[in-house]
């Protein structure tokens, strides 16, 4: 059997609170190569939660620094602005959860910020009232009573929250783009100042940041899916011109749109498996 990946959107009524849900098994191949084993994932504003189902992985970069430490069955990770990368120990199977920019902060109570650049056990760090999902997600049957778990443990709580959070709410369905600043800081009845705060706080990144990752990303995906030149993608995104937007996707994907795309259209398995989902 090969490796089984995959990525799934949110529900639509919850495209605020979930960036998507995926998972990656590697228990069906016959054997491991080196590539196989390893997974690499990007800079990003989002907030993840992720579950080893079966079989043990360790942390070996996080933060722009060498690590050697094995990760929790669950495990918490903040915005980033370096790689960090994983290495299988045994196959496993792992299942998980990315959460818009500085959804989990509002949701659980906590300051997020301080988790930039961070990877730790998540039971140690949510509240006690997220214990039951993080039980339920680890023991359920299969990924979509997974999803399923997680949609109904966050539904209530955003519908509750959202009506109090309208500002946060028109940033998140604008992509943070600067032009969406000026209504969301009135929804709010917040000043600009404040929002840098509470950036820093919910998310680790400055508002400039996380707009830059999500246009980047969304930009990428053009070139991706969509089979749009970097030239095309560059204008469409509000790149100054090519060379921006080829710098942009180098500092967060590590290598050039060109170099990008081939590496992703390439069937060979290797630790950027998350960006072909």
């Excluded at 529900?11 to 191949?29: E, I, M």
């Excluded at 990315?98 to 961070?118: I, K, M």
């Excluded at 959070?165 to 032009?179: E, Y």
């Excluded at 980047?216 to 090519?242: I, K, N, P, S, W």
Aim: proline content about 5%; overall charge neutral.
């Amino acid at each position: 059997m090969p490796i089984d990946s995959r990525l799934v959107a949110p529900a639509a009524d919850l495209a605020d609170v979930v960036r998507a849900f995926y998972w990656h098994d590697l228990r069906g191949a016959d054997a491991l190569s080196p590539a196989q084993r390893s997974t690499r994932v990007p800079p990003g504003p989002y907030n993840g939660l992720v579950w080893l189902i079966d079989g043990r992985a360790q942390l070996v970069e996080c933060g722009g620094q060498a690590v050697e430490r094995e990760l929790p069955a669950v495990f918490l990770t903040g915005a980033h602005r370096h790689d960090y990368r994983s290495l299988a120990i045994s196959p496993y199977c792992s299942f998980g959860l990315a959460l818009q920019p500085g959804v989990l902060a509002l949701l659980s109570g906590l300051e997020l910020g301080a988790w930039r650049d961070r990877i730790d056990d998540a039971r140690r760090a949510l509240p006690a009232d997220w214990q039951a999902l993080l039980d339920g997600v680890a023991h359920a049957h299969d990924h979509a009573a997974r999803i399923a778990l997680c949609e109904a443990f966050l539904r209530p709580r955003w519908q509750a929250l959202a009506p109090r959070q309208a500002g946060w709410v028109h940033l998140l369905r604008h992509a943070w783009r600067r032009s969406s600043l000026p209504a969301a800081l009135a929804l709010q009845r917040w000043s600009q100042r404040h929002l840098q705060r509470r950036s820093s706080d919910a998310v680790g990144l400055r508002p400039g940041e996380v707009e830059r990752y999500l246009r980047t990303e969304r930009a990428m995906l053009a070139v991706r899916d969509g089979h749009a030149v970097a030239a095309e993608a560059a204008a469409e995104h509000g790149f100054a011109d090519q060379a921006h937007f080829s710098r942009e996707v180098k500092a967060t994907f590590a290598h050039s749109p060109a170099a990008l795309q081939r590496r992703l259209a390439s069937d060979d398995g290797d630790e950027d498996w998350l960006l072909r989902l």
